[in-house]
């Protein structure tokens, strides 16, 4: 059931409004502005334990006994293999902040003309393999069961296990919890959509396009660890609008993040120059909420930032936006 009204959330990506979209013009920038230099905190939650493989390791009783106080205890499951950490699958507390660095896997991306939708479509799917290495062995590491997302990647869209792809007025892509399927149309992301600009619009480099398909990775991950069912437990709870889209916002910075630690982990094959590196810094600090739209995923500062977080900080709990201030979620 969850699941299911997990689907329906997934409408709420057509809220992922890039500014630009609003303001459409013919003007881009290939070359970013310069970008400003964030004071952005530094999370220290307690040390987490440090694991190696689950089949011979113990966990400490630490990793066994994290439990997220705004989150009910029931949110915490009891492997029953021998040798297996026990799963915290809170928002604060969660397993998955027990990964650390993403390892490095070589994941070299060819030539890519992003207005090509063939070329724009094996790009998706030879990166999407990537993603499956780098955070298979990461999850499975601290007990966290992996499958790989399904993917549907067409021209012009279609019709999902969500409803319809890209959404009605939107050009974004989106994660479906209900079938584990990232969906998207290689023309809406790349061209736009409407009066909605594209991703390959703000910047033609098509790192900017899959850094935004590791953000519908993002909530695979979340799903995968059990962050999204917390999530959205914790949302029907939440008795207001404004703390709805409070914790949306929470949701959707911390798969910016997870986006930004795996951009990081293949930077030197994909390979990520510096120059890249700061076009990436740029796009994120380009989408986001913006005047007159709900506000369920950050400023387009706060995107960037926590982009930029996962990125240049690369630890997963470096990713807990459910303990970071509200005012780097806003």
């Not at 059990?226 to 609008?241: C, E, V």
Request: net charge positive.
């Amino acid at each position: 059931m969850v699941g299911g009204l997990l689907g329906v959330v997934a409408a709420v990506f057509v809220l992922l409004v890039i500014g630009a979209a609003v303001l459409k013009s013919s003007s881009h920038h290939d070359t970013p502005v310069a970008m400003p230099t964030y004071q952005f905190p530094t999370y220290t939650p307690k040390p987490f334990p440090t694991f190696t493989r689950p089949d011979d390791t113990t966990p400490s009783p630490e990793a066994t006994t994290s439990h997220d106080t705004s989150s009910s205890q029931s949110n915490t499951t009891t492997n029953t293999q021998p040798n297996r950490p026990t799963l915290n699958t809170t928002l604060k507390g969660n397993s998955v902040y027990h990964v650390g660095t993403l390892p490095r896997v070589a994941c070299r991306a060819p030539a890519t003309n992003v207005f090509d939708n063939a070329q724009l479509k094996s790009l998706i799917l030879k990166t999407g393999q990537c993603m499956n290495r780098t955070w298979a062995p990461a999850l499975r590491r601290v007990g966290i069961d992996f499958s790989p997302p399904n993917y549907m990647i067409t021209p012009r869209g279609g019709r999902g296990a969500c409803g319809d792809f890209p959404q009605r007025g939107s050009m974004v892509p989106y994660y479906c919890p209900r079938n584990s399927t990232i969906y998207a149309s290689t023309t809406a992301l790349a061209s736009g959509r409407g009066n909605q600009r594209g991703y390959g619009q703000i910047v033609s480099w098509h790192g900017g396009i899959i850094a935004m398909m590791a953000h519908e990775y993002g909530h695979h991950v979340q799903q995968l660890s059990g962050l999204a069912n917390s999530w959205w437990s914790k949302t029907l709870s939440s008795g207001s609008q404004s703390a709805k889209l409070a914790l949306s916002r929470r949701y959707e910075l911390q798969a910016n993040c997870f986006s930004g630690m795996w951009m990081r982990s293949v930077a030197s094959s994909y390979p990520v120059s510096a120059g890249n590196r700061n076009t990436l810094f740029y796009f994120f600090s380009n989408v986001g909420d913006w005047p007159g739209y709900p506000r369920d995923h950050g400023s387009p500062p706060n995107s960037g930032r926590w982009f930029r977080q996962g990125y240049e900080r690369q630890k997963a709990f470096q990713c807990n936006t459910w303990l970071a201030p509200s005012s780097t979620t806003s």
